[in-house]
């Protein structure tokens, strides 16, 4: 398998999740709806809050990735949902189904053989795609990991969970 290939093939995967960590879905199965906007346990923000956050982030590195008008967000409050924001079931499905879509184009471009990974990006200042990709992945998985924790804290993962 030719090296190009190869690394794809590794940076599918590890966007994907997995095997080292569970998948986004997998941490986010079953949360009860009716606590998606209680705060763990001497935190400050909710399952909800995280997720959002999760899916700006990874919707931002997208879009720098595949606009060249691309404008940067202020940090931290463009990455952030507001602070006394107060998700309806709706809004945690559409956060998760815009993660999952915006984590599909990044695949999609992953695994196009016509993309560049390892050139800077035009309107960058020497970031590449293969760069925003680990990015991404090393962002999602670190969060994933924090929800898993939220959920065991908390006590919302189902009671046949293994952990």
């Given amino acids: 398998m030719p090296s190009d290939e190869l690394i794809r093939n ?3 995967w590890l966007l994907q999740g997995g095997e ?23 935190g400050t923000y ?26 940067y967000l202020q940090w931290p409050k463009e ?5 006394d924001k107060q998700a309806t079931p709706e809004d945690w499905h559409r956060t998760i189904a815009e993660f999952e879509k915006d984590q599909k184009e990044l695949v999609r471009i992953v695994e196009d053989p016509k993309t560049d990974l390892y050139s800077p990006i035009a309107h960058g200042t020497g970031q590449t ?8 992945a090393d962002h999602n998985a670190y969060h ?7 959920r065991q804290v908390m006590g919302t993962w189902p009671k046949d969970h293994q952990l």
């Fill in 10 to 12: 590794h940076l599918t």
């Fill in 144 to 150: 994933i990991g924090e929800l898993a924790i939220m």
């Fill in 46 to 71: 909710s399952a909800w809050a995280l997720l959002e956050h999760m899916r700006i982030t990874q919707w931002d590195i997208l879009d720098f990735i595949t606009n060249s008008d691309y404008q």
């Fill in 79 to 83: 990455y952030w949902p507001a602070q």
């Fill in 20 to 42: 080292a960590h569970m998948t986004s879905k997998e941490a986010i199965s079953g949360f009860p709806l009716d606590r998606i906007n209680e705060p763990f346990p001497n």
């Fill in 129 to 136: 795609i293969l760069r925003e990709v680990l990015l991404v």
